[in-house]
């Protein structure tokens, strides 16, 4: 019943920045939990950076000083702020949300770095 609305995906030079959004097609009623995986080819899918409902923030080992989660002013939303990125980071970056019961997926979002 809920779509999560992915944008802000592109192509960057080494060093350079993104800003990620993820934004549900319909309210979630209430806040269980937000955030972002990402896959790169050949690679298992790996949650980069979480909001857990109780608002405590995760982050992968990598990301952890590059990278910025954050709830967004409407709706139950996310973004994550990436910067200094690195040819390693270039995957798909796909959304994840929970409801009360219920948890979501994107569809996905490219992420390309030039090396």
């Given amino acids: 019943q809920v779509q999560l609305v992915e944008s802000g ?13 993820c934004v549900p ?17 050949g690679k298992q899918r790996e949650l980069v950076a979480m909001i857990a409902g109780s608002g405590a923030i995760t982050y992968a080992d990598s ?22 990125l690195r040819p390693e980071d270039a995957a798909v970056y796909i959304c994840n949300a929970h409801s009360q019961f219920y948890e979501y997926w994107g569809r996905g979002t490219q992420v390309t770095v030039f090396s």
Avoid: C
């Fill in 25 to 41: 097609s319909k309210p979630l009623f209430g806040f269980y939990g937000m955030g972002w995986y990402r896959q790169a080819p």
């Fill in 63 to 84: 990301v952890k000083d590059r990278f910025t989660i954050s709830k967004g002013g409407s709706q139950d939303s996310v973004t994550l702020h990436m910067e200094n």
């Fill in 9 to 21: 995906g592109g192509s960057v030079q080494t060093g350079g920045s993104l800003t990620l959004s």
